[in-house]
């Protein structure tokens, strides 16, 4: 009897520690990473750090001063050395570590033992990134962040910067219209390129832009957006005719800028410029944010007369997306479907979208025709993303950088809510007045911010 109480002692608080850690990890892992995953993964890390290095082949020889001085002090072997390690720095995902490597290494090195640093350490994923010549950067996950989104606290926002989802490595991605002016983003049904497009409006929305819409599903993504909204083509028709406006209203910008280049002897070296970020902030003409919603609906055609339409608007979109970002316009394309065959231009077009989203499509063609010119292995990863899983997808640029994304939930009550708060931000546009969509002076009922 005295046996089975000691074992119930024991064992009761044992099992249930132990059941309650595999709870969080199923369920909660972020809680299990803070209570249980951080210790260990800390306490493997420091224990196995020289064995790791050395298998993982990121040590050298030492220095024959330092091998002179540990056989003169220690007299035992003179081992391999391992990159200098820096201080741990715990985060709510994983960990941070800061690695000084070696004469002779380099980060590649590095980032080539990434899975083997993974399975050693017992974590998600190790991501590394080079901080300076000779510095790199261990990003060590816990767990599946793209499970559960949840952004991080402290997000670099600025102009025309917006936080619309979550990296792989717990770090957000911003997307940056100064940085790269204009993006393609594909996605299936229920794929969750809507949600992305929905982030988007809601994050330029309180700031000073004026957005302009394409929707040729007769306006069912764009129209809620409609308080803040500066125009919105609902179909081809209505899209043939606002392209041109656009078109109009960067060549009067390039016009403003060339004014400003007749450079005078008075004026000063810093106010001479190529682009509309140069011209006096009392001159300089409000940025353009075009979203166009389901652009394979502009390229389909019927008759010879849709035909002539089709070439004028893809044309017309050509010279946006080429012209568009020295006069402060900026294109966001989205669809479901983007491909050669959708006719002239198509191609021509998806060369000047500099960023690139893709969600799960429903052929591998769409996925070489967003990701095939930045990486084979971007296509494999932008083909495997799971129906249950909607808003991951793969983000890259031409520069050949790529990574997994996933886009919280935005429900679309709040997203309209916060376009409605901020109509008072719509810009003074002349131009786009016959365009801009009518809305009533209330909020719709059941939209609010809560």
């Not at 299990?32 to 210790?39: E, F, I, P, R, S």
């Not at 070439?311 to 983007?338: H, K, N, P, S």
Request: charged share 25%; proline share 7%.
């Amino acid at each position: 009897m005295s046996n089975l109480l000691t074992l119930l002692e024991i064992g009761g608080p044992t099992l249930a520690v132990g059941g309650g850690a595999a709870y969080l990890k199923a369920r909660h892992p972020s809680a299990y990473w803070c209570t249980v995953g951080l210790t260990s993964t800390t306490a493997r890390l420091l224990g196995s750090y020289g064995a790791v290095m050395d298998a993982c082949g990121l040590t050298v020889a030492p220095s024959r001063l330092r091998a002179l001085a540990v056989r003169a002090t220690t007299r035992r072997e003179v081992r391999p050395v391992p990159p200098r390690r820096g201080v741990l720095r715990p985060t709510l995902t994983g960990l941070r570590l800061r690695l000084r490597l070696a004469p002779g290494q380099e980060p590649a090195d590095v980032a080539a033992s990434a899975e083997r640093l993974r399975h050693a350490w017992g974590v998600h994923a190790v991501y590394v990134s080079e901080v300076k010549p000779g510095v790199v950067d261990l990003r060590l996950v816990g767990f599946d962040v793209l499970r559960r989104v949840r952004m991080p606290r402290k997000v670099a926002e600025g102009f025309l910067k917006v936080p619309v989802a979550l990296r792989e490595d717990a770090t957000a991605f911003v997307r940056d219209y100064r940085a790269i002016p204009h993006q393609l983003t594909l996605g299936a049904t229920l794929s969750g390129k809507s949600m992305f497009l929905r982030h988007l409006v809601a994050g330029l929305a309180p700031q000073p832009v004026a957005l302009v819409g394409i929707d040729c599903k007769r306006g069912v993504e764009l129209a809620p957006f409609a308080p803040r909204l500066s125009a919105l083509a609902t179909d081809p028709e209505q899209a043939a005719e606002l392209l041109p406006t656009l078109v109009e209203l960067m060549e009067s910008r390039y016009d403003q800028i060339r004014a400003r280049q007749g450079i005078a002897s008075d004026v000063p070296d810093e106010e001479i410029t190529s682009d509309v970020w140069g011209l006096p902030e009392d001159e300089r003409p409000v940025p353009i944010v075009l979203l166009v919603d389901e652009v394979a609906e502009l390229f389909l055609v019927a008759t010879r007369k849709e035909e002539d339409r089709r070439d004028e608007m893809v044309t017309q979109l050509i010279r946006l997306a080429q012209l568009g970002r020295a006069a402060g316009i900026y294109l966001e394309v989205c669809g479901q479907r983007f491909g050669a065959e959708l006719g002239k231009g198509a191609t021509m077009l998806r060369a000047q979208l500099t960023g690139r989203v893709c969600h799960r499509v429903n052929d591998e063609a769409s996925a070489k025709m967003a990701l095939g010119d930045i990486s084979p292995e971007a296509v494999l990863a932008a083909c495997a993303i799971a129906p249950e899983r909607p808003g991951l997808a793969v983000v890259g640029d031409t520069s050949g950088g790529w990574s997994r994304i996933r886009t919280p939930y935005l429900s679309l009550a709040r997203a309209c809510a916060t376009c409605a708060a901020n109509s008072h931000l719509v810009p003074d546009m002349p131009k786009l007045d016959r365009f801009r969509p009518r809305v009533a002076d209330a909020v719709p009922a059941g939209l609010s911010t809560a």
